[in-house]
Structure formats: structure tokens, C-alpha cells
């Protein structure tokens, strides 16, 4: 690295994960990139493989199920990785510091701009905002500064436009314009997310060469993001091939276009129509991306691969450096070390397998537990209840006992009251007969 290539950005093992209902789904799997400044790095890959998460990783910007779950991210050596931030405090400290170096010291260029110009607000209101807020100067300062940034990236009558509304300009003429502010506050790297996609190809061509032209005069280091590999073939310095969230080669463009060593590589490239080249319809490579959702054992690519074996299937290859700035990570250039690394890989997935076995015995554990805890009122409820009816039945018998007790000791009292009962009604009977009797006697003398 001479004088004027100084680090700028070192990614490395970045990881990245999003949860949804259908499960964890793997969106970066364990990136490095390295750029220095006054370099143009390209990131290529099909649609899904991971080349926006990364970059949004980068600038703190994912949706809100998307975690940054490992890795390092070095932008001139100051740590911006928010993996393993815990508390609140130090989130919000981290997305404080994210968001004074976003449209700062790192600008963005997306792929639709409409998403990022505000359809109710004039050009020049929104190109003056930013210079305001990061650069802290006055509204006549950032106005003139404006005009000049609209003036080098090709709109003409740049003083009218700025007090007109994003309808009013063309598709072309819109990213000129986010390519502006992107660079307003003159950003150490500026970050193109598919800049060119949807535009016509010579507006693209245009565009790149904007690109270009700005960030090397400003000395700055650019990431263009792209899923056509010819678009980075004269725009970019260093190239990086992502596939299913992970990066499968890596070199100068020269290594990537003439040495090319990944499979996914050799797909690509037959796929890129090169202008005036006579050549055979074009090959788009067969099969679908990996599913994100599970991480396959072997190769991420094995099941479109050409030139897959059978190791591919179940072990995942290692990269292997051809020169200081070219790598590619597959089992073609790295057969003598599979020994070794299949080995590796067995101890990795018994360790994984034990620990999973142990996540699954506390999991039980816990759920037992968790039962125990739910059946103790039940338990004690039962036991309530029996508790109650003995005390019941106990009552009962002892009411019934007492009954009987006194009614055995209330027996001569009864007795007494019997025999006197029975003489009242004798004498009572005595009674009704006396004049019966004296009837009889009075019969007896008449006759
Ligand atoms: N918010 C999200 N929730 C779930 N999955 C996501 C989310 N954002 C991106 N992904 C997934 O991450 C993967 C990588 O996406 P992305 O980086 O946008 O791909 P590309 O290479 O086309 O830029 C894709 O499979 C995508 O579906
Ligand atoms: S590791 Fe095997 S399946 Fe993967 S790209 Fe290389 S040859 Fe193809
Ligand atoms: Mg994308």
C-alpha cells in the first residue's frame, strides 16, 4: 500500500441475521472486505445474496428484525459494528455517532431515488439541508455550494432547478441530483447501491462515469453495488463476488475478469454481454439461490454448481489466496487441506450436536418444572378439599355422638315421664267411666 492508499474500510466475519415467523433467515454469513481510499470496490451478486444487508449493516440502517450478530467493521480504524451492544444507552450513543457520519463522512446513492427525494419538497430545500446540518454553515452558503454540486454532475440552469420539485425531473436527472447530495458534504466513501438499475443504458453509462469522475477528484474511495458484473468492469479497482450471504471471490478486476477461479464466477461472466462482441445467447446459470433460512453443510452453491463433488455436498471449502488481493473459497483449490478440515468441521457439528442436546435437556427441565409449579395449587387444592370433608365427617360423627349421649343419659327422665304420662291417661279413663257406672246402678233399682 503506497502513501495515497491508506485503510479505510476492513470488514471482518460480519454477520448478519433477520427474524421472521418463518425462522432466523441468515441474510450475511461471515464477510471481510477491505477498501483503502482513492479505490473503487464492486460488489457483485445476484438479487438476495446479501450485497444490500451488507451495506446497510454498515451505515446502521437495518430494518428493525435485522441484527448484526458478529463480526467487526473498521471504518478508519474506528470500530462502527454494533454487534454486542446490550444496553439501550449504548445504542443510542452508537446510532448518535452512525448518523454524524452518514451523509458525512460516508454518502449513499440508492438504486430508486424517489425514495430518498421528498416529493413535497423543492430540490434546493433538500440539497441545503444536509449541507447545513453536517457542515454548519449559513442558507446563502450551502445555497451557492448547492449550485455548484447540481452544475458538476451535469444539470443545467442549476439556480432554476433548485427551486423546482423532483416530479420535474427526469429519472436520470434524479440520481444526478442524489448523487449530488450523496457527495455535498465531500464523504470519505460513498456507497452506490445499484445506481444504474433503473435507468436506460446510456443514462447508466452516464451515471457511472459521474461516479467515477467525482469520487477520484475528491480523492474519496467508492462501493458500487451491482448484479451485472459488466456494469463494475471499468468503474471499479477490486471486485468481490457474494453469493447466499457470503463472499466466493475476491480480486482486482483484472484477477476477477482473467484469472477468474469460483464457478459462480465463470457463470457470471458468461452471462455479461460484452457491446460489439459477436457471441452465443447468453448463459444465465441454472437453479435457484440457497434458501437463507438453513445453513446447508457443504457448499452454498453445490446444487447449481457444474463442477460439484461429492465433498461439496457435505463439507464447506476454505478460501484460498492466489496473490495478495485474490481469494475464492472452494473445494476445487483447497483439496489437499481436506483432510484437515473435514476433521475440523466433524468436531464443529458434535460440539453443535452436544450443545444443542444440552439446550434440549434444560429446555425439559424448565418445561417440567414449569409443570410441577402449574400443578402445585391443583395438588393443593385437593388436599384442601379432602381436608375439609374429614373435618366434616369428624363433625357429623361427633354430633351424632353427642346425641347419643344425651339421649342415654336423658332415659329415666324419659321413663318418669312416661309412667306419668300412662297414669294421668288411667286416671283420665277412671273418669269417662264413673258416670257409665252410676248409669248401671240407677238401672239396676228401677228394675
Ligand atoms: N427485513 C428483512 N427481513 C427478512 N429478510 C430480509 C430482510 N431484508 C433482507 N432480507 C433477506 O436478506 C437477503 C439478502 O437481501 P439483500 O441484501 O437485499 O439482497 P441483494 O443482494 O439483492 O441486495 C434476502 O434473502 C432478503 O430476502
Ligand atoms: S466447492 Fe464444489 S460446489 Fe462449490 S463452487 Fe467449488 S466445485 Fe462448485
Ligand atoms: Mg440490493
Known amino acids: 500500500m503506497d502513501a495515497l492508499h491508506r485503510e479505510l474500510l476492513r470488514i471482518r466475519n460480519l454477520t448478519v441475521d433477520f427474524s421472521t415467523k418463518q425462522g432466523t433467515v441468515h441474510a450475511v454469513r461471515g464477510i471481510n472486505l477491505d477498501l483503502n481510499t482513492r479505490e473503487i470496490l464492486g460488489i457483485v451478486g445476484e438479487s438476495g445474496s446479501g450485497k444490500s444487508v451488507s451495506m446497510l449493516a454498515l451505515m446502521n440502517l437495518l430494518a428493525a428484525n435485522g441484527t448484526v450478530t458478529g463480526g ?65 454553515c449559513s442558507r446563502a452558503e450551502a445555497e451557492q455550494r448547492a449550485v ?5 454532475v451535469g444539470i443545467s440552469s442549476p439556480e432554476k432547478r433548485m427551486k423546482q420539485y423532483p416530479y420535474e425531473f427526469s429519472g436520470g436527472m434524479r440520481q444526478r441530483i442524489i448523487i449530488a447530495a450523496a ?34 477528484e475528491m480523492g474519496a474511495s467508492a462501493i458500487v453495488i451491482t448484479h451485472d458484473l459488466g456494469v463494475v468492469a471499468e468503474l471499479c479497482d477490486k471486485i468481490a463476488i457474494m453469493y447466499g450471504g457470503e463472499i466466493v471471490e475476491y480480486g482486482t478486476v483484472e484477477e476477477i475478469f482473467h484469472e477468474t477461479k469460483h464457478p459462480y464466477t465463470k457463470g457470471l461472466l458468461a452471462s455479461i454481454a460484452r457491446p460489439g462482441e459477436h457471441r452465443e445467447p447468453l448463459r444465465y446459470i441454472p437453479g435457484t439461490p440457497p434458501n ?10 453445490c446444487s447449481r454448481c457444474g463442477q460439484a463433488m461429492k465433498i461439496c455436498r ?62 402445585k395449587p391443583v395438588a393443593a387444592q385437593t388436599r384442601e378439599r379432602e381436608a375439609r370433608a374429614a373435618t366434616v365427617q369428624e363433625r357429623e360423627k361427633e354430633t351424632r355422638a353427642a346425641a347419643a349421649q344425651e339421649r342415654e343419659m336423658d332415659k329415666p327422665a324419659v321413663q318418669e315421664r ?17 258416670p257409665a257406672a252410676a248409669q248401671n246402678r240407677e238401672r239396676q233399682v228401677s228394675a
Open 72 to 136: 467487526s467493521i473498521r471504518f478508519e480504524g474506528e470500530e462502527l459494528s454494533a454487534a454486542g451492544l446490550q444496553s439501550k444507552k449504548e445504542k443510542k450513543a452508537h446510532e448518535k455517532r452512525m448518523s454524524e457520519l452518514r451523509g458525512k463522512d460516508i454518502g449513499m446513492v440508492f438504486q430508486d431515488p424517489m425514495t430518498y427525494l421528498n416529493p413535497v419538497l423543492k430540490i434546493g430545500t433538500q440539497m441545503t439541508e444536509g449541507l447545513r446540518r453536517h457542515l454548519k
Open 148 to 152: 455548484r454540486l447540481l452544475q458538476q
Open 183 to 216: 457527495l455535498a458534504c465531500e464523504p470519505k466513501l460513498l456507497i452506490a447501491d445499484e445506481p444504474t438499475t433503473a435507468l436506460d443504458v446510456t443514462i447508466q453509462a452516464q451515471i457511472l462515469n459521474l461516479i467515477e469522475k467525482s469520487v477520484k
Open 292 to 301: 437463507l433460512l438453513r445453513r446447508s453443510d457443504g457448499c452454498t452453491f
Open 314 to 375: 457435505e463439507y464447506r471449502p476454505c478460501e484460498t489466496r492466489f496473490s495478495e488481493e485474490h481469494g475464492a473459497t472452494c473445494w476445487l483449490y483447497c483439496k489437499e487441506k481436506a483432510p484437515e478440515l473435514v476433521a475440523a468441521q466433524e468436531r464443529e457439528r458434535e460440539t453443535k450436536a452436544a450443545e444443542a442436546q444440552e439446550r434440549e435437556r434444560k429446555t425439559k427441565a424448565a418445561e417440567a418444572q414449569e409443570q410441577r409449579r402449574e400443578m
Open 418 to 434: 312416661e309412667k306419668a304420662a300412662k297414669t294421668a291417661a288411667a286416671q283420665e279413663q277412671r273418669r269417662e267411666m264413673k
